[in-house]
């Protein structure tokens, strides 16, 4: 399963996620960054970090804990 973490550049959130994913044993995602890109700024801007499921295309938005990642892992 292909997963992204959307988040922006000095962003202690962003952070957070990751240890919060590292946590629930998440193996790998794909960072991007949304600093500068208008189109990513204006549908996430607000909602950083959110963690999406590539092929579900579903998303957990912050704030989100190791237990609730792994729920969202597991769902189908």
Excluded: K
């Excluded at 292909?2 to 962003?11: A, P």
């Amino acid at each position: 399963m292909r997963l992204t973490l959307f988040q922006r550049d000095h962003c202690h959130l962003c952070d957070l996620a990751y240890e919060v994913l590292v946590a629930a044993g998440v193996p790998d995602f794909d960072p991007v960054w949304i600093d500068g890109d208008a189109a990513l700024e204006a549908l996430y801007g607000m909602r950083i970090p959110v963690l999406r499921r590539e092929d579900t295309a579903a998303e957990l938005d912050w704030p989100f804990a190791a237990d609730a990642v792994r729920q969202f892992l597991a769902t189908s």
